[in-house]
């Protein structure tokens, strides 16, 4: 071992050499957003193992602490990047409270790609939300209902009392109404960055816009 790896548990793993193409200004769509949809069509054909994984990061005000998690995209329209979750009692929730911006992080590995999306946020109706919830199957339906996200409880029985006091609840209803506190988070972004490893220089466009209103977006290059 040598002296600099010494104390580490983990130094210096061993990267991989890359053979992706370039990516070039001439390959990009005027909208970040119809360039997602390129991209994340090509990684559904690439076969790569659900492309919609995404990381979704948050920022607690004051105290300015980031958390993270994977969560799955679940709606892409003009407007920006739909998730699902609980806006109850989860540590996300209380961020957003604070901080109504978030950013996402999709990773494409078989591709060497990668896109980074940063942007305000901004809640669902329960109609929207609705439609989204009618397709998830019961076990999903009820567990939304159930969960009190991020609580601590003294053991999995908890859990599942509550879930068969939801069982009991819904026992006759087939179509289950979303909880009020459960939906739909819309990123609407004003920066999106789309990354490629071509080499060890990789290539890195950046889409800004100065509102979240504008239709009209700029294009730079960044350095890797």
Do not use: C
Not at 63 to 85: H, I, M, N, P, Q
Not at 140 to 168: C, F, M, N, P
Not at 204 to 211: I, K, L, P, V, W
């Amino acid at each position: 071992m040598s002296a600099a790896a010494k104390g580490k548990l983990i130094f210096a793993p061993q990267d991989d050499q890359y053979t992706v193409s370039a990516l070039t200004s001439t390959d990009l769509s005027p909208s970040p957003l119809t360039q997602f949809h390129t991209w994340y069509t090509a990684a559904q054909s690439h076969a790569i193992h659900q492309p919609e994984t995404t990381t979704l990061s948050t920022a607690h005000l004051p105290s300015g602490r980031v958390s993270a998690r994977t969560v799955y995209l679940k709606e892409l329209d003009a407007r920006g990047f739909v998730v699902y979750s609980n806006w109850g009692t989860s540590r996300k929730a209380a961020d957003v409270a604070s901080n109504p911006r978030a950013a996402l992080t999709f990773y494409w590995r078989e591709m060497e790609r990668q896109v980074r999306v940063e942007g305000a946020t901004e809640r669902l109706t329960e109609e929207e939300s609705q439609v989204y919830f009618d397709t998830r199957v019961r076990g999903s339906r009820v567990g939304a209902w159930a969960s009190r996200q991020s609580v601590g409880i003294e053991g999995r029985d908890v859990l599942d009392g509550w879930v068969r006091e939801v069982e009991e609840r819904f026992k006759d209803e087939e179509k289950i109404p979303v909880p009020p506190f459960w939906g739909g988070l819309r990123v609407v972004p004003d920066y999106v960055e789309f990354w490629v490893r071509p080499s060890r220089l990789h290539d890195r466009f950046a889409y800004t816009r100065d509102s979240i209103d504008s239709d009209t977006w700029k294009i730079q290059r960044l350095s890797p």
